[in-house]
C-alpha cells in the first residue's frame, strides 16, 4: 500500500494505523506542484487535490482520514473494539472529530481575519471538552484500548496549539501517552518530525 502524504498533516493518523495495525506499506510525500515523490501527478490519482490518500496494491484508491482508518482496521483485523457499541463509538468519535475540530482549524492554517479565528476557537474549545468527558479517565477516546480514533486524535491534539486552545488535562496526559508509543515515535521519525 501506499500512503500518500505531507509531514505533519492529518494523514499522520494514517500514517500511525498503518504502523499499529502491521500493515505494510510505503511512505509517498507530495510536493506543492502535485507532484508524488516516485513522479506521478497526484491530481491524477486523486482528483481531490489533498491528503490523505491510500493507495493500495490492487490499484484501489482511497480518500478521506475517516474511510482509510475504517480500511486499515477491516484489513487487519486491528484497531475496532469487538464489543458492537464500542465499535460505532469509535466511528462516532471519528465523524465529530473530522467535522467540528478538523474543519474548525482551518482559520489557522490560512491567512483567516481574527473574528474567525475567535469563533474558531470556541468551537474547538466546546468540542474538546466534549471529547475530554467521552473520554474520562480511561487511556483512550473510546476504551482502554487504542483505536482508530485515537490514530485521529493524535494528530488532532498534536495541531490544537496553532489554534491558541489549551487541552484538557486528560486529553493532554493522552497526548504524552500517545507521543511515547512506538507506533507514534516511528511514523513521527519517518515523517521527519523527531
Known sequence: MNLFYYPAACSLADHIALIEAGLPYKLLSIDRDKKTEDGRDFLAINPKGYIPTLETDDGTIMTENQVILAYI???SGKLLPEDRVLRWRTFEALAFMSSEIHGAYSPFFRDFPEPEKVRAREKIKKAFAIL???????AFLVSDEMTIADCYLFWILMAAPKSGVDLPENLHNCFTRMKAMPSVTRALAEEGLG
Not at 475530554?132 to 480511561?138: K, R
Open 73 to 75: 482496521a477491516e484489513q
Open 132 to 138: 475530554s468527558d467521552q473520554m474520562g479517565e480511561q
